[in-house]
């Protein structure tokens, strides 16, 4: 059976998650039916990350297996026909050895998460930041951090329902940064790691928001770090201003020529 590599991009708002359900609306849930209208029977994907209800992805990576030998750029055409309906689009498709795995073959994964901040209401960007009405102190936050940089126990900042063996991770990268956007001035953040615990994220952004807001000092970050309980969490960020942003793989089929953006015929 032929693998595939589906780079995917979708607005988290309408879904309770990547995760398949029975009896809610799911990113895996509407890509599995829009590939029974091609090959008819179940199908089981495969992610990268499963990302929670409201989160949003950029460049999500999934594989599947199919009976039929595609092109990828016809299979992304004709998913994308069947998603038109649900804000889900493949935006890259990829052959993939078959042996190839989505998630356990990731090496790093990368997430955006997104500030905005102003008073008047968001409105072009509603659900798709979260926004304050108090200005963040950007020097501060990311000199606390600085702290969450490396391999630690993260159980301060992992949720109660987090199913990792092991709170133990190894942060790679947490920049920081002021934007001044189009509607006003952002705070973004760019996280990446080779795997996140459930929340990891969210908890690291409400957190740091407090050590911008004036109400913790950014060696706060790092007594909390070292608490090691759920209790020292300060404010779980919401889920809409997250954003799955990347996956890199050792051998990424993306790279290769037969690609849907490789296969797509050019203007004349």
Not at 88 to 109: L, N, Q, T
Not at 118 to 143: E, F, I, N, S, Y
């Amino acid at each position: 059976m032929p693998r595939y590599a589906l780079k995917i991009e979708y607005h988290g708002a309408p879904f309770s998650g990547w995760q398949r359900q029975n009896d809610r609306p799911s990113v895996q849930g509407a890509i599995e039916t829009a590939l029974a209208q091609l090959e008819p029977g179940e199908h089981n994907i495969a992610a990268a990350g499963r990302t929670d209800a409201g989160v949003h992805g950029l460049a999500q990576v999934a594989h599947c297996d199919l009976q039929r030998d595609w092109a990828p750029f016809r299979l992304s055409e004709a998913l994308n026909f069947h998603l038109h309906k649900v804000p889900v689009a493949i935006v890259d498709c990829a052959r993939a050895p078959s042996d190839w795995h989505a998630r356990f073959g990731a090496r790093e994964r990368r997430y955006v998460y997104r500030i905005l901040m102003r008073r008047a209401p968001a409105t072009h960007l509603k659900g798709l930041v979260w926004q304050v009405k108090h200005p963040l102190d950007v020097d501060a936050m990311q000199a606390g951090a600085k702290h969450l940089l490396g391999k630690h126990d993260f159980t301060t900042f992992r949720s109660t329902i987090c199913q990792a063996e092991s709170p133990i991770k190894t942060l790679e990268r947490l920049d920081v940064t002021r934007i001044e956007g189009t509607h006003g001035p952002e705070i973004q953040f760019d996280v990446r790691a080779r795997s996140f615990l459930h929340n990891q994220v969210r908890s690291f952004v409400g957190t740091l928001e407090r050590v911008g807001s004036g109400s913790w000092t950014p060696d706060h970050i790092k007594d909390a770090l070292a608490a090691r309980t759920r209790s020292a969490c300060g404010t779980v960020a919401p889920s809409m201003g997250l954003y799955l942003a990347g996956v890199s793989y050792p051998e990424n089929p993306f790279d290769a020529a037969d690609t849907a953006l490789a296969s797509r015929p050019m203007p004349q």
